[in-house]
């Protein structure tokens, strides 16, 4: 006899899971979880939201039918399709294919076939924040691209807000990765006679590859070209980066399928309980607010008296005033979103008069912490006219710019006094916000607007435009006079791009025609 354990509250039954198709499910006496009729006791747990939340053992999660195929094309596909040194078309395709696998398999599993909305909001973001590789050429704008994508993804497969924190839902798929490797191991181990099967499917597409290919490969160039750029080649850096990319995909596909075998509980807005007492959050609060009104009513003399008045009574040169008080201001708008974000979950609003006080002093913080943000952004654009335009005082202001919007979403959270929706919406303005930076093209912006204070009289760093990708050659190429001096050294890094490693970008700088080379 077996003692049976009690299933996890959130565990799906394998019946429910796999619509009747369980793949490598551990037999009644193995599988605790699924011993007995009702497949055991789901128990209710409180409402603790953490920042990782109870994840299912492995050896209760049913594994259901397509898992293990779908696993391993996803990482072929993205072993074999991502160039991971550079942004390019491949990214696309293998997420394309990924997602693909992941939808197909998970809608097989469930006995209901209706789409979330917001699931296919949150996977078409991150999709478009993975094509961003096929327009653009920057890296350090697709890195950041790639890992909001990855948080939209772990959202789309996450569904509906968990009663585990925000962050564990944005994390989930490549935190579970780590708990499928188990149960991606249970399942090899349990197919039992599929096991034959698959081997000989393998070989037999191998056998098929290895007599058509190279035939179709000799009788065509175009098409051995496009072949030899999926073939990894035998080196030893490279072999390393396609078994980085195979596992990448393989686990990290596995990881969505091990969240969507077994969901975390849904959170509901009933199971929120404040705590603490309202004097201890009000006079804070209240603080808070008299200090930052302080700050306002300062700043408006400031705008009577004009920045001499300021520089003569602070002591400051221009430098330091702009780019001192730039990040203090950016310290005090963070902090102040914290503290707004903990009064929204723990301050008591159980009577109208707190509620009221809550909707009074948090909307007054709000309102003047976008007073803060207007602040720092006009100490930034002075600072970036005296002194030149860089990619970091670019995403700064974008951080600012962002921090001003969830500003206003508390705003609107602050009618209803309901901030369940709040961190997925910060999240989703953060990643159209990469989104919007993509589209404006950030170093063409940048380069142009040192070209604009070159025409002034400014100094013109070329060293740092030839540090940018191709994404600024068709600007500097019109409006450099010695634009071969920039451009030149960025056609000479350009690569010989396999077909997976397309991008716009570069694609176009290769026909830009550059002006006569000058004196450099």
Not at 200 to 228: E, I, K, Y
Not at 345 to 354: D, H, I, L, V
Not at 375 to 395: D, E, H, I, K, P
Request: neutral net charge.
């Amino acid at each position: 006899m077996t003692e049976e354990k009690p299933r996890p509250a959130h565990a799906v039954p394998p019946e429910n899971a796999a619509g009747g198709a369980v793949e490598g499910a551990a037999p009644p006496a193995a599988d605790a979880g699924a011993a007995g009729s009702g497949g055991g006791v789901a128990v209710a747990e409180p409402f603790t939201p953490v920042l990782v939340g109870p994840v299912p053992k492995s050896a209760v999660v049913p594994m259901v039918a397509g898992v293990l195929p779908a696993v391993a094309v996803a990482g072929v596909v993205t072993a074999t399709l991502v160039p991971l040194d550079r942004p390019g078309i491949g990214w696309l395709l293998a997420a394309l294919v990924v997602t693909a696998l992941i939808v197909v398999v998970d809608r097989r599993a469930r006995a209901e076939k209706t789409t979330r909305r917001a699931s296919v909001a949150w996977a078409a973001l991150a999709l478009a924040l993975v094509a961003v590789g096929a327009v653009r050429a920057s890296e350090w704008l697709f890195g950041l691209c790639v890992v909001a994508a990855l948080v939209a993804g772990s959202l789309a497969v996450v569904g509906p807000r968990s009663v585990n924190s925000a962050l564990y839902d944005a994390l989930a798929v490549p935190l579970e990765a780590f708990h499928a490797i188990p149960w991606v191991a249970r399942g090899l181990r349990g197919r039992g006679t599929q096991r034959g099967r698959v081997l000989g499917a393998a070989l037999g597409a191998a056998a098929v590859l290895a007599v058509f290919l190279p035939l179709l490969t000799s009788a065509d160039a175009t098409f051995a070209h496009f072949v030899g750029a999926l073939v990894p080649d035998l080196r030893a850096d490279s072999a390393v980066q396609w078994g980085f990319l195979f596992c990448a995909g393989t686990f990290g596909t596995a990881g969505a399928y091990y969240v969507l075998a077994a969901p975390p509980r849904r959170a509901t807005d009933g199971n929120r309980k404040a705590q603490g007492d309202s004097l201890l959050w009000t006079v804070p609060l209240a603080t808070l607010v008299a200090l930052f009104a302080a700050y306002v009513v300062v700043r408006i003399v400031e705008l009577f008296g004009g920045t001499d008045y300021v520089l003569r009574t602070g002591g400051l040169t221009s430098a330091e005033y702009a780019r001192g008080g730039f990040w203090q201001l950016c310290a005090c708008t963070a902090l102040t979103l914290g503290i707004i974000a903990l009064a929204l979950r723990w301050a008591p609003r159980e009577t109208a008069a707190e509620r009221l006080r809550q909707r009074v002093l948090l909307g007054a913080l709000a309102a003047l912490s976008l007073v803060l943000v207007v602040s720092a952004l006009s100490r930034m654009w002075t600072y970036q006219q005296a002194y030149g335009f860089t990619v970091l005082r670019l995403l700064v202001e974008v951080c600012e710019l962002w921090l001003g919007c969830v500003f206003l979403l508390v705003g609107a959270a602050l009618v209803t006094l309901c901030s369940s929706w709040l961190p997925r919406a910060a999240i989703a303005t953060a990643a159209g916000a990469l989104l919007a930076l993509a589209v404006a093209n950030p170093e063409a912006l940048i380069a142009g607007a040192n070209l604009d204070r070159a025409q002034h009289g400014k100094s013109l760093d070329l060293a740092y435009l030839r540090g940018f990708s191709t994404d600024i050659f068709p600007v500097v190429a019109e409006r450099l006079p010695d634009a071969d001096c920039v451009l030149g050294p960025m056609l000479l890094r350009l690569d010989d791009d396999s077909w997976p490693g397309w991008n716009l970008s570069r694609a176009r700088a290769l026909d830009v025609e550059l002006p006569p080379p000058g004196h450099c």
